[in-house]
């Protein structure tokens, strides 16, 4: 139950600050704005998670794509919420070039320490972000 969960994962399970909806309902990023990539990634058969999310890319300085903002929409358990929102905190200003899975994973792991039956929830939302910049075109 949800009682299972650390007060970090409840906190971030809840956090709205990178939630593609806004009060009214509607989406606050969508794939045919400027510089928008959407990824989807889910497993609607195992458990029923399911991640959208959305990156808008901008060029920093060097000339490299980076991560400006994101907003991501998560149907699934606390376990994918929190990962999301603590991935979206972590990724948010990086370089596509320095995306690395297994470091947001593990960072994601480090703060929130998910029990083991939740880890595969915590890779959805970068697996998502990657389905999402793969889709830019150089």
């Excluded at 969960?5 to 990023?29: H, L, P, T």
């Excluded at 510089?35 to 609607?44: A, E, H, I, R």
Aim: net charge negative; with cysteine.
């Amino acid at each position: 139950g949800l009682n299972s969960y650390s007060s970090i994962v409840r906190k971030e399970a809840m956090n709205q600050e990178y939630c593609n909806i806004d009060e009214e309902g509607s989406y606050i990023f969508t794939e045919n704005m400027p510089d928008v990539y959407m990824g989807d990634f889910g497993s609607l058969t195992t458990c029923g998670d399911e991640m959208q999310v959305w990156v808008k890319v901008g060029i920093d300085q060097d000339n490299d794509r980076f991560i400006e903002d994101l907003k991501y929409l998560c149907s699934g358990c606390f376990g994918a919420l929190s990962s999301a929102s603590v991935g979206a905190k972590l990724i948010k200003g990086m370089k596509i070039k320095d995306l690395n899975v297994k470091d947001i994973h593990d960072k994601t792991q480090e703060i929130l320490n998910l029990p083991k039956i939740k880890e595969h929830c915590s890779t959805y939302f970068i697996n998502a972000v990657l389905l999402a910049v793969k889709k830019i075109q150089d």
